[in-house]
């Protein structure tokens, strides 16, 4: 029980953490933010890979499923931050943006037999960035005009989560989440000739509403040492009953009096269905390999835009703005010996790679595809009072990439420790 609280207490007082922008990127601007990673420590050395992973010892979100395997008498406390360095580049041009940020917070245990638990804090988007934009006003003159892009936010979950083997090598399982967060953008006019009127907008929208995942797992053996686990996940598409508002302000350069003008849009933003599958294959419980992939929704969802139409303004939701996002991960998992006394013959080593399409368009035009490979290491943690828990330390590059947008590159170091502590065990007397 005085785990639980510590547990509870930490995911609480790391909502904090979560408020904060973990990128820099201009590409957070478009859609809900820039998706975020959703794994745990010992996923995020495979690149995210997960979707088929049954871990006795880790807690997989990505498959509420997995917590059916998760091992009796244990509680898992896995916690996870990371660092990260980005650069820019357009038309010749290099920029670096540094970046840290409080990742995750999940816990798990097992209830009762073939029946596990699961809550924690997770990432769902992130919105973070600040660049401007100058120009003349014309070729015949030397008045120019800046634009400020800014934004800042994202959108959060806290999670309970079950999974139950219904039956041997079968399991089910669900995430109820909460979702929340507050999406803020701005671009803010400006001229060099200070007698030259002004117009700005500002974009926002607070989201409080909620988040269902299910997820099944079914484990053939196929020898007396080979396992092959197949996997399939689902996130229920749905509203955020969130009502998106845009203020645009025109400024009379000569009286310094605004006008604004304050527009909404009535339960203007929606989740979509996301649908996985994923296969991982076994040897011994030393060597995991597996392939996910994902299919986000998204082409059928408007998004709020904000136009000016025959004069007059509009601000109302727009098809064509986003489509479907597509992603596949490779990877793997090797670890000599887990339960030897030897601490080299312990370490886990982990590989993988993804690719993704965008989610968003940038002018009608599709966003940048995604890149990334990724390499870690689960390194036991040996004492007198407990043998059981990992630090995972894992590297990954990124890399977004278009013929005609802004090509960014990031390196990343993650860290997570993961505490795995005996629960409900009894003690002997001799």
């Not at 053939?220 to 197949?230: E, G």
């Not at 310094?256 to 996301?274: C, F, H, Q, W």
């Not at 727009?318 to 992603?327: F, P, S, V």
Request: net charge positive.
């Amino acid at each position: 029980m005085k785990t639980i609280v510590c547990a509870a207490l930490l995911a609480t007082s790391s909502l904090a953490g979560f408020a904060q922008s973990g990128t820099n990127s201009p590409y957070s601007q478009y859609g809900l933010g820039l998706l975020s990673d959703q794994s745990s420590g010992f996923s995020r050395g495979m690149n995210g890979l997960g979707l088929a992973f049954r871990e006795h010892n880790q807690v997989n979100p990505l498959n509420p499923a997995s917590y059916s395997s998760i091992d009796s008498l244990s509680f898992i406390f896995d916690a996870g931050l990371s660092g990260q360095i980005t650069n820019f580049e357009e038309g010749g041009k290099k920029l670096n943006a540094n970046n840290a940020d409080f990742e995750y917070v999940v816990a798990g245990f097992r209830a009762f037999k073939h029946f596990g638990v699961s809550f924690g804090l997770l990432p769902f988007t992130n919105v973070g960035y600040t660049y401007s934009n100058t120009q003349y006003v014309n070729p015949l003159n030397t008045t120019t005009y800046t634009n400020t892009y800014a934004g800042s936010g994202g959108l959060h979950q806290v999670y309970l989560g079950f999974g139950w083997e219904m039956f041997k090598g079968f399991s089910i399982g669900v995430n109820g989440s909460y979702l929340w967060g507050e999406l803020n953008r701005s671009i803010v006019n400006s001229y060099s000739d200070g007698n030259i009127n002004t117009l700005s907008k500002y974009y926002s929208a607070t989201v409080k509403n909620y988040k269902v995942d299910f997820g099944a797992q079914y484990t053939a053996r196929l020898s007396k040492k080979n396992w092959l686990t197949i996997a399939g996940t689902y996130s229920l598409g749905h509203k955020l009953n969130a009502d998106p508002q845009c203020q645009v302000i025109s400024t009379n350069s000569q009286t310094s009096v605004s006008d604004t003008a304050v527009y909404s849009i009535k339960n203007g933003l929606e989740l979509p269905a996301i649908i996985g599958a994923g296969l991982m294959f076994n040897h011994n419980g030393q060597l995991k390999i597996g392939a996910d992939y994902q299919l986000q929704k998204w082409s059928g969802i408007a998004m709020p835009e904000y136009s000016v139409v025959n004069g007059q303004p509009r601000y109302a939701l727009t098809e064509g703005l986003c489509k479907d996002r597509h992603k596949v991960t490779v990877g793997g998992e090797y670890v000599p010996l887990e339960n030897a006394r030897n601490f080299f013959k312990r370490l886990h080593y982990r590989v993988g790679a993804s690719y993704a399409t965008s989610y968003f368009k940038v002018n009608g035009v599709d966003g940048p595809k995604e890149l990334s490979v990724s390499m870690g290491f689960g390194i036991p943690i040996m004492n007198t009072y407990n043998s059981r828990s990992l630090l995972n330390l894992s590297a990954q590059w990124v890399r977004m990439d278009s013929n005609t947008l802004i090509k960014e590159n990031t390196f990343r170091i993650n860290i997570g420790l993961t505490f795995n502590e005996r629960w409900f065990a009894k003690w002997k007397v001799q």
